[in-house]
C-alpha cells in the first residue's frame, strides 16, 4: 500500500481503480484548471508562454507551459526541465513527454516546463541572465534580485498547482553523472517517488538550500531530481530512461496504467564522496565509467603535469560505485575528478 497526496488530501491507494474511486470523493470540484491567466478544461491540452506579464524580468520568462489534462479527475504531476539551461539531456525529457501527444493521463494533469531557465537554454548557460543559479534561488521573493523574481514566480506556480514534483537535471560543468535520483529518503512520499522511477539508484539528500526539490518538500510537495549524462550533450539511453521513468512514476500515481515491464529495485546510496585533484593538475584521462563498482585502492585515472611529466595516479579511497565523474580535460588542482557513492 502507498499514500499519495492528491488535491492536500492524502489517501491509501492500491490500485488504479481504487484510485480513481478515491479521486472522485476527494476531489469534488474536478473541473477547470486555473493556471497564468488560463483556464484549463478537463480533457484539454494548451501550450502556453509563462511569462510575469508585459515586462522586462517578465521577458526572460517567455518559456513554454503545456499542461495536458485528462478528463478524469487525478492528481498534478509537474515536470520541469533546464533550470540550469545547459543541461539539456532533461530538457529533451520533457519534451518527449508532451510531443506528438504520446503521454496522455488517463487521470489527472500533466504541467511541464521543459525549459525553466529559457534565458540559459537559448545561451547554453547553467545560469541565468544576471549570472545567479536559479536552483540556488527557491522559493524566490517578489522584492529581490533578478534570481529571486524569476524564482518567486516559478514557485508560486509549482506551489499551487503540483502534487508531486520530477525536477530533470544532469551534471554539472563538465562533468557526467550516471541516471540517479535524489531525494530526501527520510519523506516517505518522496521515497515512493524515488523508487518509483525506476532508475535503479537513488541518493540520499534534500539538496542545498534554495534547490527546488528542497524548496518543494519544505511545502510538503513530494519533489525528486534526475540527474542524467553531462551539460550541452545529448545522451539517447540517458533520455529514453528519464521518459521511461516519467512514466513510471506516471503509473505510480494511477495517471496511467500500471507498466508491463516490473519497475528495477533501487539501489539506495546514503553517502557520498567526490575525489579531487591533488597534484599540480594537467590532463585528465579516466580509467573508468559511471556506474563500475570500485574497490579501495584500485586505480581511477591519471592526472599528468605536461610541462614535468608528472603523474598523479588517482585511487579510489573506499569500496563504492562510480555515480559521476569529470570528463577527460585539462584540470587545475582541487578539481572533483570522481563521485563515488556507498
Ligand atoms: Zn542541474
Known sequence: MR????????????????LSTALASATNNWGALEILGRSVAPGETVRMPFLLGPSFVGSFLDTLVVVVRSSRPGPTLCI???IHGDEINGVEIAHRIYAGGTTQPVAGTLLVIPAVNVHGFRTGSRYLADRRDLNRSFPGSATGSHADLIAHALFTELRKHCDAL???HT???????????RTD???PRALDLARAFGVGVVLDGKGPVGNLRRAALDVGIPAVLFEAGEPLRFDETDIRMGVTGVRNVMAHLGMSPPSTTPVPPSRVIRRTTWIRARG??????SDRE???NVRSGETLGTVTDPITET??????????????MAVPQVVLTGYALFHIGS
Open 3 to 18: 499514500r499519495v497526496l492528491i488535491g492536500g488530501l492524502a489517501c491509501a491507494c492500491l490500485g488504479l481503480g481504487q
Open 80 to 82: 520541469t526541465g533546464g
Open 166 to 168: 520530477l525536477d530533470l
Open 171 to 181: 551534471g554539472s560543468n563538465s562533468r557526467t553523472n550516471l541516471p540517479q535520483i
Open 185 to 187: 529518503l527520510g519523506n
Open 280 to 285: 599540480a593538475g594537467g590532463i585528465f584521462l
Open 290 to 292: 559511471p556506474g563500475d
Open 311 to 324: 603523474t598523479e595516479v588517482i585511487r579510489a579511497p573506499q569500496d563504492g560505485l562510480l555515480i559521476g
